[in-house]
């Protein structure tokens, strides 16, 4: 019954809220990566994806471009580039 | 089983017969026996449920949501300013389609305060979408309690129930009540198995934000529902009556209305009084008849005209009044009428707790052989009302 | 399916404003409890943002009721887990400082004198974010809100922080603390911790708001890092009343941390103000015992 607004979970991921990138994005240039972890630790999207040791990608069609993960990177290996 | 009890452990006893997991409440007189003896239960292990001593009355509601919405039976009780209090809860708890029962035991609302019977806090929650019902004596508050979970917890309704008793009336009044066994309860009512809840094994979001794309039409699914409410509660009552032997729940009770030419129309325990009234006016040779009205949410609006489309004189008294217009069932009675209407008199009375007694209902009729009225106050101390500003000295 | 929606149990859809430092700490809390978690969030920026219908960005189990019952109905539901024997799945309330600290006291109260095993999270962005940056009970001394706007008269609001740490704390629970999303490590300790309490516990967590602080989306969490530093925001942990561990830190002056904030912006050009400022940051790292070498 239509009622009390119920949701699966997850159902979020049908907001494909990487159009909301205007100025920048984040460009990982996988030089020199740590694989310390913390930009995906800490990413407010939660869509930095592992996909190899020592190597990290964002999923563009949810980065709405903050910059935290150019911020919190210790080897400076991820740059905030204009957004195309 | 046949004990003689007061309204509230009649309550009490039909809650603990329903094993619900969660009772939470906040002391409120005349409420305060039903949990009193619930927590009684629950000491001497004869009620396995998890019983929270809440900090307030909105924290009681919330407390009982959260059972519900985790898929455990839930019970709590409450009047007046406690149920004014949680009416946002309450609000919240018809949104999210949960199928709570709530006994209110009637009382009058501050200010002034005032510990004694009406209905204005009942009738304050009527737009609530919660279905509500109004007790005659302790047998129908005892037996009411399994038939409300059974309805409430139908799959295509999920809607609470809140049951009105009159408080010291009824909550502190001893009457006889037969208290069935387990087994017959078990058979009539299973166990609660809600389509929704909140399960680590099936994680779902509950109670999202609504815009206005997708609200109007949540409210309009529980005006669907309670429409369908008015059809299922007559099956109800009938299962209860072949599983107990006696009358189930309904959405009104005629007595003495098919030969009348007069009806009163009301609610609640002066509805006893009533009764007793009409066999004496009855006696006296006026034709008379009571309606009762059982279901107040959602409105019997067709069992109502078919009972009194034609009747002479209808007097609808009512512990209610909307201040500003007329009682509150006044007015959802008038607006059944359009042509060819009954002479329809509304009376406010017993607000506060003033007794209704026989002089109040012979007065009723007096004042209706003088003219139509629509919001007569009955038994109003004139005497006090005398001066602008009343300070007693 | 992305990894990252399989990684977490709060993911990527919602629609919190660019750097919330609020999605980082929401996130970080349930991962860290794990997927047997059920929620109870009160009506605030990180309930309407993750759960515009039909969207919900939660994985486990998760319900919102009103503004100030999160306690209540967290209290309802573990009330109804024990009532059915299931062990092991942790029932946590969410709120924001308003929802914490004003509307939500009296139900939060109840939870803890009551005992019941719930986590309380307080999400502190320091004043009533969702309906337009209005000051709350947490909203910290001098700071500009909608409703304690900086003018010529006011200097933003006028009262010190609520003290909620130490209210709960008084109630002799087994934990209550603060963290900070600026030090996500430690809010992950603390939170991994409080789950292996039985018993109510409340992790007040710094959540930096570059809407309504006034600040650029890069620097949450460099603002985040600065509140602690400064002695603003002392991260604390209390057991049974006792305060019994304190983030020790290597002072900076509260100026690097106020600099970036539009809504401490007025205190730049008063000097008398900024002072009174930096003896609330000082009179928290006496009464702490705050400095000392920064320990990472």
Same mark, same amino acid.
Not at chain 3, 47 to 53: A, G, N, P, Q, R
Not at chain 3, 220 to 244: M, R, W
Not at chain 3, 272 to 295: H, S
């Given at each position: 019954m239509?009622g009390p607004?119920?949701?699966?979970?997850?159902?979020?991921?049908?907001?494909?809220?990487?159009?909301?990138?205007?100025?920048?994005?984040?460009?990982?240039?996988?030089?020199?990566?740590?694989?310390?972890?913390?930009?995906?630790?800490?990413?407010?999207?939660?869509?930095?994806?592992?996909?190899?040791?020592?190597?990290?990608?964002?999923?563009?069609?949810?980065?709405?471009?903050?910059?935290?993960?150019?911020?919190?990177?210790?080897?400076?290996?991820?740059?905030?580039?204009?957004?195309? | 089983m046949k004990k003689f009890l007061e309204g509230s452990h009649a309550v009490a006893e039909a809650v603990k017969l329903c094993k619900p997991g969660v009772i939470s409440a906040? +002391?409120?007189? +005349?409420q305060?026996h039903i949990v009193e003896r619930l927590a009684e239960f629950i000491s001497n292990g004869e009620l396995n449920a998890q019983f929270v001593n809440?900090?307030?009355?909105?924290?009681a509601a919330?407390v009982v949501l959260g059972a519900e919405a985790a898929g455990v039976r839930a019970f709590t009780a409450t009047?007046?300013?406690? &149920?004014?209090?949680?009416?946002?809860?309450?609000?919240?708890i018809a949104?999210l389609r949960l199928p709570l029962v709530l006994v209110c035991a $009637?009382?009058? &609302?501050?200010?002034? *305060?005032?510990?004694?019977?009406?209905?204005? @806090?009942?009738?304050?929650?009527?737009?609530?979408?919660w279905i509500q019902f109004f007790v005659e004596n302790n047998q129908e508050v005892h037996d009411f309690i399994y038939q409300a979970y059974r309805l409430a917890e139908n799959p295509k309704i999920m809607l609470p129930v809140m049951i009105n008793m009159?408080?010291?009336?009824l909550t502190?009044?001893m009457e006889p009540v037969d208290i069935p066994s387990p087994t017959e309860v078990d058979k009539f009512l299973p166990p609660y198995n809600p389509p929704y809840k909140l399960d680590v094994d099936n994680?779902? =979001?509950?109670?999202?934000?609504?815009?206005?794309?997708?609200?109007?039409?949540?409210?309009?699914?529980?005006?669907?529902t309670l429409?369908d409410v008015l059809k299922i509660i007559p099956e109800v009552g009938k299962e209860f009556e072949s599983i107990f032997k006696r009358k189930g729940i309904d959405l009104?009770e005629?007595?003495?209305?098919?030969?009348?030419?007069?009806?009163?129309?009301?609610?609640?325990?002066?509805?006893?009084?009533?009764?007793?009234?009409?066999?004496?006016?009855?006696?006296?040779?006026?034709?008379?008849?009571? &309606?009762?009205?059982i279901t107040?949410r959602p409105? +019997?609006?067709?069992?109502?005209? $078919?009972?009194?489309?034609?009747?002479?004189?209808?007097?609808?008294?009512?512990?209610?009044?909307?201040?500003? $217009?007329?009682?509150?069932?006044?007015?959802?009675?008038?607006?059944?009428?359009?042509?060819?209407? +009954?002479? *329809?008199?509304?009376?406010?009375?017993?607000?506060?707790?003033? @007794?209704?007694?026989?002089?109040?209902?012979?007065?009723?009729?007096?004042?209706?052989?003088?003219?139509?009225?629509?919001?007569?106050? &009955?038994?109003? $101390?004139? =005497?006090?009302?005398?001066?602008?500003?009343?300070?007693?000295? | 399916?992305? /990894?990252?929606?399989?990684?977490?149990?709060?993911?990527?859809?919602?629609?919190?404003?660019?750097?919330?430092?609020?999605?980082?700490?929401?996130?970080?809390?349930?991962?860290?409890?794990?997927?047997?978690?059920?929620?109870?969030?009160?009506?605030?920026?990180?309930?309407?943002?993750?759960?515009?219908?039909?969207?919900?960005?939660?994985?486990?189990?998760?319900?919102?009721?009103?503004?100030?019952?999160?306690?209540?109905?967290?209290?309802g539901i573990e009330a109804a887990l024990k009532y059915l024997g299931k062990k092991?799945i942790?029932?946590?309330?969410?709120?924001?400082?308003?929802?914490?600290?004003?509307?939500?006291?009296?139900?939060?109260?109840?939870?803890?004198?009551?005992?019941?095993?719930?986590?309380?999270?307080?999400?502190?962005?320091?004043?009533?974010?969702?309906?337009?940056?209005?000051?709350?009970?947490?909203?910290?001394?001098?700071?500009?809100?909608?409703?304690?706007?900086?003018?010529?008269?006011?200097?933003?609001?006028?009262?010190?922080?609520?003290?909620?740490?130490?209210?709960?704390?008084?109630?002799?629970?087994?934990?209550?603390?603060?963290?900070?999303?600026?030090?996500?490590? /430690?809010?992950?300790?603390? #939170?991994?911790?409080?789950?292996?309490?039985?018993?109510?516990?409340?992790?007040?967590?710094?959540?930096?708001?570059?809407?309504?602080?006034?600040?650029?989306?890069?620097?949450?969490?460099?603002?985040?890092?600065?509140?602690?530093?400064?002695?603003?925001?002392?991260?604390?942990?209390?057991?049974?009343?006792?305060?019994?561990?304190?983030?020790? #830190?290597?002072?900076?002056?509260?100026?690097?941390?106020?600099?970036?904030?539009?809504?401490?912006?007025?205190?730049?050009?008063?000097?008398?103000?900024?002072?009174?400022?930096?003896?609330?940051?000082?009179?928290?790292?006496?009464?702490?015992?705050?400095?000392?070498?920064?320990?990472?």
């Amino acid at each position: 019954m239509f009622g009390p607004l119920v949701a699966k979970p997850g159902s979020s991921k049908n907001n494909q809220t990487g159009s909301w990138r205007m100025l920048k994005k984040p460009k990982f240039l996988h030089k020199n990566c740590v694989g310390c972890g913390m930009c995906k630790l800490i990413c407010p999207e939660a869509c930095i994806d592992k996909k190899d040791k020592n190597f990290y990608e964002p999923d563009y069609s949810y980065c709405k471009g903050c910059g935290l993960c150019s911020y919190v990177c210790p080897k400076k290996d991820i740059i905030m580039v204009e957004e195309e | 089983m046949k004990k003689f009890l007061e309204g509230s452990h009649a309550v009490a006893e039909a809650v603990k017969l329903c094993k619900p997991g969660v009772i939470s409440a906040y +002391p409120i007189t +005349p409420q305060t026996h039903i949990v009193e003896r619930l927590a009684e239960f629950i000491s001497n292990g004869e009620l396995n449920a998890q019983f929270v001593n809440v900090e307030s009355e909105h924290s009681a509601a919330s407390v009982v949501l959260g059972a519900e919405a985790a898929g455990v039976r839930a019970f709590t009780a409450t009047s007046s300013q406690g &149920l004014i209090l949680m009416s946002e809860v309450l609000f919240n708890i018809a949104g999210l389609r949960l199928p709570l029962v709530l006994v209110c035991a $009637n009382r009058a &609302l501050s200010s002034p *305060i005032n510990i004694w019977n009406d209905h204005q @806090d009942a009738v304050a929650l009527r737009d609530s979408g919660w279905i509500q019902f109004f007790v005659e004596n302790n047998q129908e508050v005892h037996d009411f309690i399994y038939q409300a979970y059974r309805l409430a917890e139908n799959p295509k309704i999920m809607l609470p129930v809140m049951i009105n008793m009159d408080g010291y009336i009824l909550t502190h009044g001893m009457e006889p009540v037969d208290i069935p066994s387990p087994t017959e309860v078990d058979k009539f009512l299973p166990p609660y198995n809600p389509p929704y809840k909140l399960d680590v094994d099936n994680p779902l =979001s509950m109670g999202l934000l609504g815009d206005p794309t997708v609200y109007l039409e949540t409210r309009y699914a529980i005006q669907k529902t309670l429409e369908d409410v008015l059809k299922i509660i007559p099956e109800v009552g009938k299962e209860f009556e072949s599983i107990f032997k006696r009358k189930g729940i309904d959405l009104v009770e005629k007595y003495k209305i098919d030969d009348a030419e007069n009806v009163i129309v009301a609610m609640g325990s002066v509805c006893g009084t009533i009764k007793d009234f009409v066999d004496k006016k009855r006696k006296e040779g006026l034709s008379l008849g009571l &309606l009762k009205i059982i279901t107040y949410r959602p409105f +019997p609006k067709e069992e109502i005209f $078919n009972s009194l489309k034609d009747k002479r004189d209808i007097f609808v008294l009512e512990k209610a009044i909307s201040l500003g $217009n007329e009682g509150p069932l006044y007015t959802e009675i008038k607006s059944l009428f359009n042509a060819k209407p +009954p002479n *329809i008199f509304g009376f406010i009375a017993g607000l506060g707790g003033r @007794d209704v007694t026989f002089n109040t209902l012979e007065k009723m009729l007096e004042v209706a052989k003088k003219g139509k009225v629509r919001s007569y106050f &009955l038994d109003v $101390n004139y =005497s006090l009302l005398k001066e602008e500003f009343f300070i007693y000295e | 399916m992305s /990894d990252h929606f399989k990684d977490h149990l709060f993911v990527s859809g919602h629609t919190a404003c660019s750097g919330c430092g609020q999605a980082i700490a929401a996130r970080l809390v349930v991962d860290s409890l794990g997927k047997d978690t059920i929620v109870c969030n009160a009506t605030g920026c990180l309930e309407v943002f993750s759960t515009k219908c039909p969207q919900s960005s939660w994985c486990i189990p998760w319900i919102h009721s009103l503004f100030e019952n999160a306690a209540a109905v967290a209290s309802g539901i573990e009330a109804a887990l024990k009532y059915l024997g299931k062990k092991n799945i942790k029932v946590c309330a969410f709120a924001g400082d308003g929802g914490t600290s004003d509307i939500g006291l009296q139900a939060l109260s109840g939870m803890l004198e009551r005992g019941h095993d719930v986590l309380f999270c307080c999400f502190d962005n320091e004043a009533y974010m969702n309906t337009g940056i209005q000051r709350s009970g947490l909203t910290p001394y001098e700071a500009s809100t909608t409703t304690s706007p900086a003018g010529k008269i006011w200097q933003g609001n006028w009262r010190p922080k609520k003290p909620v740490v130490e209210i709960c704390a008084a109630h002799f629970i087994p934990y209550a603390a603060s963290a900070s999303v600026g030090f996500p490590q /430690d809010l992950q300790r603390k #939170i991994k911790k409080a789950a292996s309490i039985s018993g109510p516990k409340y992790i007040q967590i710094h959540c930096p708001c570059p809407l309504g602080w006034g600040f650029d989306s890069s620097l949450t969490l460099e603002i985040a890092k600065n509140a602690v530093l400064s002695g603003l925001y002392p991260l604390v942990e209390y057991e049974y009343g006792k305060l019994t561990k304190v983030f020790k #830190i290597s002072k900076k002056p509260v100026i690097e941390y106020i600099k970036p904030q539009r809504r401490f912006r007025h205190l730049l050009k008063d000097e008398k103000a900024l002072k009174k400022l930096q003896e609330v940051a000082d009179k928290n790292i006496e009464y702490y015992g705050l400095e000392k070498e920064v320990e990472k």
